[in-house]
Every structure is written in C-alpha cells, then in structure tokens.
C-alpha cells in the first residue's frame, strides 16, 4: 500500500546516470511484460511501479521534485502515474520497439481480449476518520460495455461485418523483396471489423459512461499517501478481458489540536504556572474521549508526557501508539490587586530583583 521509492524499484543508486536508468528499466519492463506474464496480476503491478519510476526519473524536472520532495510533491504537481496499460505503452512505445517489434510493444490485434483501465480516485478525509476508521460509499465515474449492443457498437438487429481489406485480421501485410511488413489495416482501424449502422446510445463505441457506487472500508490508521486497492472496481476489459482495479488514494485533512508522527499522536497542553509549581490533575482530550493526566508539582514548560497506547491504531499489527502530551506553561496577561500582593510577596521571599513596581 506504501509507495516505493523510485530507485529503489529501478535498482540504481540516487545519483544513476539516464543511461543506468533506461537500462534498468528495460531488464524489469522486459521481466514483467503482460505479454509474458499473462494474467499474473503481480507481475502487473511490478510492471507499473517500474513505469511509473522510469516515467519520473527518466525526467529531469519530475526526478527533481521527486528527490527533493518526494512522492508527495509528485502528488501536488498533478502527476498521476498511469492508469493502464494502453498508458505505459503509448508513453514507452520505442522502449519495446526492439524486442517486440511492434510500437506498442503487444503483438495481439486489437480484438484480442483487454484488460480494463485502473482508475484512480483521490479521497479527502477528517484526521478522526483516518485515526477511527470508515467505511464509505464513493461514486466512481467510469465505462463499461453499452448494453443495447453488448459492446459490439453496432445498432440493435446489425451486427459488425469483418473487414475485407484484411479479413478481420486487423493488420494488412505488405511484401516487397525479402521483406514483409505488417501494418495496421487503414479499412478498419486495426479492429478488424466495421460498423454500417452504429449503436445510437453508444454512439457506436461499445461503451457507455456510468457513475457507479463502491463501499469502501478505510482501516484506521490511514495516512496522506496511503493507496487501497479494489480488484476489479476499475473499467471492464474489453471482448471479454478482466476488468481493471481501483485505487482510492487517501489525503488526510490536519487537525487543529492533533498532530501526527506514524501511529504516534502529539498535543499541547497549556497549564498554568501555579499548576506547574504546585502539581495538579487536569483533563485532556485524546481520542477516545478526555482523560486524567497527573502534572507532578516542579513541572516545567515543554515537558512531555506520555499515555501509552492512546494514539493511533498501527495500519499492519496490532496496538495502537502513544499520545505525547507537552505541557506549555502560561503566565497571566493581567492580576488583580490581591494576586499582585501575593505574588510580591512571593518574589521577596525568593529575594527575587530588580522587579518593576
Ligand atoms: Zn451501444
Ligand atoms: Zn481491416
């Protein structure tokens, strides 16, 4: 769920030449192929995360966000990874171009069973929401086959006619001496087919946008950055192939009086001077609810305190981590004529100097 660091996904060191990086890369794009991993869905992802850290670190400009801010500051310049494998292909094309001989680097025609886009959906949530835990319905926008047609594009009572030019091959093959060169079929697009009379909901695509509604349960300690994955939520593969996954990315709004370092929950507590010095019980908040804290008498301001197990529940094992409570100690703005007696009193008997009077 935590995103990798980039160089670490590529195998080179931070300061690899563009060289080290397109290399690395290819050995891992070559590794991971969907064309030789067919349906492995690990391999997939191993695929992508390498497209993604190529993507960024083959770029001056976003490797130098990236080493300087990291994936966060990624995530703010708008940069979204890739959503697919048609998205990886059409950025790399002549990455694969040598080995696979064909732009796209896939050697299936166009009608060939296609796995449906990954979609990603960024969620905003509450600090409480992200330390407790919920479950929520989302709307997703995506396509999926048009039902009038099932898919096809063609209107209701037709049915797509094979293309004659390459027989419904999809690709036509040009000889010319030693050589033959395939080529898209110009006829049909490389579909390998031809609609005469389109599907009219569909406008003849096949496909159809809808908003769909997904409950999603978002396990307590969440953190700005987290991703969770929902097989097959994504948009549905094309002539029968798996649908794609979602990705809910988590951004976690701060809080007013909490602060967060991992599972650990930080506050400050202001206490008065006199509580300090003498000691005293008071209340603070914490997450279930206010709870009683003991400030030993000679307290000084910026003390730490802390209840164990009071913070936030860890995302992977068990427990819960600490609250850490530093006290700031206030002194008052204004006395009135008696506190001023007293606390003159005071000062004498700590032979304290050079007061104002
Ligand atoms: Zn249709
Ligand atoms: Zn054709």
């Given at each position: 769920m935590i995103k990798r660091c980039y160089y670490e996904v590529l195998g080179v060191e931070r300061n690899a030449t563009e060289e080290d990086i397109k290399k690395n890369y290819r050995k891992l794009a070559m590794q991971y192929h969907p064309d030789r991993n067919s349906g492995d869905k690990e391999a997939e992802e191993q695929f992508k995360e390498a497209a993604e850290s190529y993507e960024v670190l083959s770029d001056?400009?976003?490797?130098?966000?990236?080493?300087?801010?990291?994936?966060?500051?990624?995530?703010?310049?708008?940069?979204r990874g890739f959503s697919g494998f048609e998205d990886i292909f059409s950025s790399f094309g002549s990455i694969f171009e040598d080995v696979f001989g064909f732009s796209n680097g896939r050697s299936r025609s166009r009608t060939a069973a296609r796995a449906g886009n990954d979609l990603r959906y960024d969620m905003k949530i509450s600090f409480m929401d992200a330390a407790i835990g919920l479950a929520r319905d989302i709307e997703v926008p995506k396509y999926e086959t048009c039902g009038d047609c099932r898919g096809t594009g063609a209107a209701a009572g037709t049915s797509p006619e094979i293309c004659r030019r390459c027989q419904g091959r999809g690709q036509v093959t040009q000889s010319s001496g030693f050589f033959s060169i395939s080529s898209t079929c110009p006829g049909c697009r490389g579909e390998g087919r031809i609609i005469t009379e389109p599907c009219r909901p569909c406008t003849g695509t096949g496909r159809k946008q809808i908003t769909r509604t997904v409950n999603i349960k978002i396990p307590a300690g969440v953190e700005t950055g987290s991703?969770?994955?929902?097989?097959?939520?994504?948009?549905?593969?094309?002539?029968?192939?798996?649908?794609?996954?979602?990705?809910?990315?988590?951004?976690?709004?701060?809080?007013?009086?909490?602060?967060?370092?991992?599972?650990?929950?930080?506050?400050r507590v202001p206490i008065s001077f006199v509580q300090a010095a003498l000691g005293a019980t008071i209340e603070v908040p914490t997450l279930m609810g206010n709870e009683k804290l003991k400030i030993p008498r000679g307290t000084q301001s910026g003390k730490t305190f802390r209840l164990r197990g009071k913070g936030i529940a860890h995302l992977r094992g068990l427990g819960r981590g600490d609250q850490i409570i530093e006290t700031v100690v206030t002194i008052p703005a204004q006395l009135n004529r008696k506190q001023e007696e007293l606390l003159r009193e005071f000062a004498q008997l700590s032979s304290e100097q050079g007061l104002h009077s």
């Amino acid at each position: 769920m935590i995103k990798r660091c980039y160089y670490e996904v590529l195998g080179v060191e931070r300061n690899a030449t563009e060289e080290d990086i397109k290399k690395n890369y290819r050995k891992l794009a070559m590794q991971y192929h969907p064309d030789r991993n067919s349906g492995d869905k690990e391999a997939e992802e191993q695929f992508k995360e390498a497209a993604e850290s190529y993507e960024v670190l083959s770029d001056r400009e976003k490797r130098d966000i990236y080493d300087r801010y990291g994936h966060e500051g990624l995530i703010n310049t708008g940069f979204r990874g890739f959503s697919g494998f048609e998205d990886i292909f059409s950025s790399f094309g002549s990455i694969f171009e040598d080995v696979f001989g064909f732009s796209n680097g896939r050697s299936r025609s166009r009608t060939a069973a296609r796995a449906g886009n990954d979609l990603r959906y960024d969620m905003k949530i509450s600090f409480m929401d992200a330390a407790i835990g919920l479950a929520r319905d989302i709307e997703v926008p995506k396509y999926e086959t048009c039902g009038d047609c099932r898919g096809t594009g063609a209107a209701a009572g037709t049915s797509p006619e094979i293309c004659r030019r390459c027989q419904g091959r999809g690709q036509v093959t040009q000889s010319s001496g030693f050589f033959s060169i395939s080529s898209t079929c110009p006829g049909c697009r490389g579909e390998g087919r031809i609609i005469t009379e389109p599907c009219r909901p569909c406008t003849g695509t096949g496909r159809k946008q809808i908003t769909r509604t997904v409950n999603i349960k978002i396990p307590a300690g969440v953190e700005t950055g987290s991703r969770l994955r929902l097989r097959s939520e994504g948009e549905q593969g094309s002539h029968g192939g798996p649908s794609g996954d979602l990705y809910v990315f988590i951004h976690v709004e701060p809080h007013e009086f909490f602060e967060r370092n991992g599972a650990d929950l930080y506050c400050r507590v202001p206490i008065s001077f006199v509580q300090a010095a003498l000691g005293a019980t008071i209340e603070v908040p914490t997450l279930m609810g206010n709870e009683k804290l003991k400030i030993p008498r000679g307290t000084q301001s910026g003390k730490t305190f802390r209840l164990r197990g009071k913070g936030i529940a860890h995302l992977r094992g068990l427990g819960r981590g600490d609250q850490i409570i530093e006290t700031v100690v206030t002194i008052p703005a204004q006395l009135n004529r008696k506190q001023e007696e007293l606390l003159r009193e005071f000062a004498q008997l700590s032979s304290e100097q050079g007061l104002h009077s």
